[in-house]
Structures are given as C-alpha cells and as structure tokens.
C-alpha cells in the first residue's frame, strides 16, 4: 500500500505540473486588451508596453514560466494584477476559503446525516408510502432548477422568521438558511444514489440466505445491505468535503457570503493570470487529492477492492 | 444373447412402469378432482391410452426463449407511471418538432408591435400571446418551443456523448490496471482545467451558439460518467466469478463485455436517465455566468436566466414559471422513467 500511496504522489506532482503549464500556456492565448483596462483604445504605445512590462508580459512566454515557477518554489504564489492590484494573492484567497469551507463543511455534515438515512429507509420501504414521499421530494429538488428554489428559501424562509436575508459572520443565525440551501440538493442525490445502492443490494442472493437463516431485520440491513451499499458512495465524500472550499456561486451570490463561489470565473473573466494560476494550482491539488483519497476509503471499507497491480496480472 | 436380454428385460420394466404410472395416474386425478372410484371409471379409456414411444419427443431438449432486454422492456412497460412519462416525454419531442409548423405560430425571434408602434413589452398571457410576452417583445409561446427543442437537441447530442465515451473510459479505467495510471492523471489534468478558460478560449476562435456549447459540453462531459463507471468496476473487479474467469483466460473484452458491464446495468441506467437533465441544468447554471448561448437564441437556458431577473415582480412571474414548469418536467420524467428501467434490469424481478 505505502508504495502505492508514494506512486500516486509522484504521479500527481506530475499532472500538477502539467496542469499548471497548460493554464499558463492557455492564459497567454488571451488577448492583450484584456489587461490593460478600460479606455486601453485611447492609451499611447508606450503606456502600454510598460503596462505590459510591469506584469512580466513582455517576456517570452518560457521566460515568464520560469519566473512564476521559481517564484512558487520559493512559497510565493505572487500578487493579484487586477482583482485587488498588487495585494498579497494568499492574503485575499485565504479568508474567502475558510469562509465558504466552514459552511460547505457543515452542510456536507448535515446532508449525509439526512441523505443517506432518507435513502435507506426509502430502500427498506420500496414501493410504499415512505418511498414514494422520499422520491416525490428526491425529484423535485433535482428538478426544478437551484437557482430558482434557493430565491424563493431566502424569499420566504426570511420573512416572519426574524432570520436575516444576508450572511453576517458573527450571527450563527444567518448561517442557516446559507447551509440548508447548499445542502437540499445533495440530500437529495445522497438519498437517490443510496435508495438505489441499497435496492440493489437487498436484491441479492446473500440478503435472501441471511433471512433464511434467520437474521433479524435490522442486522441484516446493517451488516449486509448497508455495508456494500455504503461503498460507492464513500468514493465521492472526500472530494465533495474537499471541494467545499469552491464556494457555490448561486448560495454565495444571493445571501452576499464573501466566499470562493465564481472567484475562478471572475478572475477569468478579467483575466487575472496570477490569481487564475494559484486558483487553478490550489483546486487541482485539491481535485487531486480528493480523487486519491476517495480510492484510499473505498479499499479500507470493502477489503476486497484492491488498488495495486500484481505481477502478471490484468 | 447378452444384448438380447438385455433388451427383453428393458421391455418388461417398461411394461411394468406403464402400468404403474396408469395406476397412479388414476389415482391422481381421484384425489385431484375429488372424483369417486366410479365417477373415474366413466371417462374416455383414449385418456388412459399410452402415448408409445416417440423418438423425436425423447431427443427434443428444452430451452426458454427467455431475452434479458426483452424481459426488462416488459418489466418496465408494466410501470404505469414510468409509461406515462415515456408515453408524455415522447408526445412533448413530437410537439416540439411540429410546432413551428401548425398554423398562427409566431416566430421565436419577432418581435411584436401595436399598431402605434411601441413595442408589445412584457403582456401577461392573453388569447393572442399564450404565454405572453417578455421584455423585447416576443412571444414566449414559440420562444419556449423552440427553447426546448434547442435544449433537448443539445441535451441528446451531449448526453449520448457522455455516456459513450464515458462508459467506454470508465471501464477500460477501472478493469485495465495497465492505464489506471496514465487515465487517473489524464482525468486529473482535464479535470482541472477550469472549463471558463474553454469556452472564453473556444468563443474567440468560434462563433457563440450551439455547435460551440455542445462541443465545449463534449469535452468535459465524460469526466463524471467515466469517473462514476470506473468506482463501480474498482468496487466489482476482483469479486470471485471474475477472478474464476480470469484464471479460465476469458478475454478482457469479453470480461468487460460479460461480466462487468451487465451486473452495473441499473445504475448505469440510472446515471444516464440523469444525463440529460444534467447537461440542461448545466446549460442553465453556465447561463448565469454569462457564458451560455447567445440571447437572441433561445434556450432554456437562456428562458429560465430571463425567468429569473424579473422573478421579484410578481405580475412577470409567469415569464419564469413556463421554462420552470418544462425543465422541470422533462427531469422528473427522466427519473422517473430511469429508475423504473433500473429496477426492471435487475433479472431477479423478472417473471
């Protein structure tokens, strides 16, 4: 096992490394205008070149990746250009990460606690009334599209409540609606996947020999049914524990949570290469780990899923 | 001599069985059909007669023209419900695609003036405009239908894509331990790589609209089906029967082809029933950025967003409430009908 764990770090020190090249490389394919702000039209030749110089952009594009490399080495993933000019990258990443990370954690915690409960009673129940209301609820929230149900919970949730519209970092009370909004829609997948892991399994043929010899119920819906269903899904929990730290752009733009959510595309989109590169550094490592870890929890829960390569085998 | 013997011996045992299954045979239909001794007697002799020895008969081998597809689309169509938005879902592409053609249909591009010459802004749903009118001035009626037709095309084109490409990924990722290096990282990198960055990239060498958003939809598409069919493989892998037939040399093609693939059949089902409102979702949510379609085309997309900034005016609801009511029904329906496909795979539930 160790050596697969130092295997699968070399591996994605590699893809990092291709990653943050490509982005680097595609970055450079934007056009010039981009960076120099509005009015760029009315600027002299010479404004421009040493706007362009003072981002490093006159440089061939080798010459400005082995600076950026050299810079990252050293621990510095550099300054913004435009998002907030010349402020410490870390420094505005941080806060916002920590933000949505700690409510993106609790409504991980709360929609596994009601997801996958919600599923397993469906399964137990399937056809009758409890499966029925579970799948009635499992569709609507997958249907109807999120960033029309989460208006209408700040719209009527706030009122007559006395829970504010807008997120405040020091009233807990505000928190609320924020993490039931980012949580409904993975209760519901939660619970979907899990209703269906579970029908499958209680299907086989060792759930029927374990009631024929007598098992009571419930034993058996722990011991065999929830076990193997348990598995698949435990693949997916540290990247979505891990990705909290994105934010969600929907929850985050209507409750203004001063988080990760469309700080990727927004940067994109004004084309801040340095805080593109350490955002795309930062959640591909992330992604990456997630991945790993994912693997990792899937072998120690079902020891029979094996993750290495034998000699002379497929 | 021996042979002969042999033979004889043969034919009285058989004699002798006749009578006794003759015997018993009687005896049967007494207990059966609570005949009396003399109820018995009186029916046809030709009912008692030996049926004699037929070659053909004692050759012919039974077999049960038992299909698994077929079994499962039987299972499936016993499900009311699941037939019921088959049945609508496939009337609503119809619909879709005849529309423009009925009579009295307005185009989803005009836009509509009175007689004065101000423009027809924002009517709520009259006898002339079904669905009224939105900000510009068009109808939403035509909008919608030609909305969920470019929607739908898409969402066909992307999700047949996705599952395709995906599946056959997915699988060779997770049976095939020679290239679970090379497609972990190669997932990692294409994962990783922020699909903004795509499209802005895609929209400066291509013309926005659809050809650009399916194929920026295509490219990235795969990653959460492969991702998803590859867990499952890991997970069933290394189960016994695979192992057995592994050490009997079955072929990795025959083994994903046999073995893997038919015992994930529901949830692979599941997962595609789920395809196509995902890209419609997707389509919705990359809207909101600002990187959808272009507005003059619409889509449900670009109807929901529409939808969506007038949503606090009560009086305009009604412009988001109908591409709701259509995206929300084509994926319940998708549910529905994919998780009453997966519970018909599972051969268990067949008859």
New interface residues.
Partial sequence: MLKYILQRFLRALLSLFIIVTTIFCLLRLMPIEGYLGPNWEKMSKEVIAAKLAAKGLDKPVPAQLFDFYKALFNGDLGKSWIYRENYPITKIIMPKMAVSARLGAMAMALSLLLGIPLGASMARSKGKWPDRMGTAFVVLIQAAPSAIYFLFIQMYATSGTGIPMLYNARAPISWILPIISLALPSIASYGMWMRRYMVDAINQDYVKLARAKGIPERSIMMRHVFRNAFVPMVQLVPSSLLYTIMGSLYVESIYSIPGMGGLLIDVIQRQDNTMVQALVLIFSGVGILGLFLGDVMMALVDPRINLQRKEESR | MRMKNLFRKGAVLERMAEGMTLQLERDLIDEKDGLSAQESQRLAPSLFEIGGYNEEMVEATGYSNYSYWRCTFQAFWKNRVARFFLLSLAALLLFTLVQPYLPNQMGPAEIFNFEDGTVKRNLAPNSEYWFGTNAVGQDLWARIWSGTRTSLFMALIVACSDCVIGIFIGVLWG????L??VL??A???I????R??IL??IS?IMRPGMVTMIISMCCVGWLGMA?FIR??I??IR??DYNLAS?CLGTS?ARIMNRNLLPYLV??IM?QIS?AI?SVI?DE??LT????GMPKAIASLGNL??EG?KV?MSPKLQYQ?IFP?LV???I??AF??IG?AF??AS?P??HV
Avoid: H, W
């Fill in positions: 049976y095939v331990r020679k679970d290096g972990t990282e997932y990692n990198i994962d990783n790589i922020p903004t960055i802005i990239l400066y991702r867990n499952q890991v997970m290394d189960r592994r990795t529901s949830v599941l789920l409102p979702s919705v949510f909101y950025c600002g990187l929901v967003e969506r949503m988001l709701a995206v929300t029904f994926t319940v549910y529905m998780n997966a519970d599972d268990k539930n």
